[in-house]
Nanobody, 120 residues
Framework: QVQLVESGGGLVQPGGSLRLSCAAS????????MGWYRQAPGKQRELVAA???????NYADSVEGRFTISRDNAKNTVYLQMNSLKPEDTAVYYC??????????????WGPGTQVTVSP
């Protein structure tokens, strides 16, 4: 019933920018931690950025200073602003969210993934 909907992926030249969005919908009482992961061909899925329900953030070393994660709690939406993109940022980006469907009842889900390609 609960669904994550991603948008904003695409093709961009090196040095360009993209803004990813992910909105959670369905039987949601409270959204807790949210984050972005990515997976490149032949590699494991890795954490890119995460933001807690309290607003604390953390980033992978490879994107620190270039990417910014933010959230709009009223809209149950998380964003990833990606600047100064590099070819090595090319990957499928996945949204992840933890939330409560009722008081004391927790669940989690992944988005379907969106392709980000950085190439001339």
């Amino acid at each position: 019933q609960v669904q994550l909907v991603e948008s904003g992926g695409g093709l961009v030249q090196p040095g360009g920018s993209l803004r990813l969005s992910c909105a959670a919908s369905g039987s949601i009482f409270k959204v807790n931690d949210m984050g972005w992961y990515r997976q490149a061909p032949g590699k494991q899925r890795e954490l890119v950025a995460a933001i807690t329900k309290g607003g604390s953030t953390n980033y992978a070393d490879s994107v620190e200073g270039r990417f910014t994660i933010s959230r709009d709690n009223a809209k149950n939406t998380v964003y990833l602003q990606m600047n100064s993109l590099k070819p090595e940022d090319t990957a499928v980006y996945y949204c992840h969210a933890n939330w409560d469907i009722r008081v004391g009842v927790h669940t989690a889900s992944w988005g379907p993934g969106t392709q980000v390609t950085v190439s001339p």
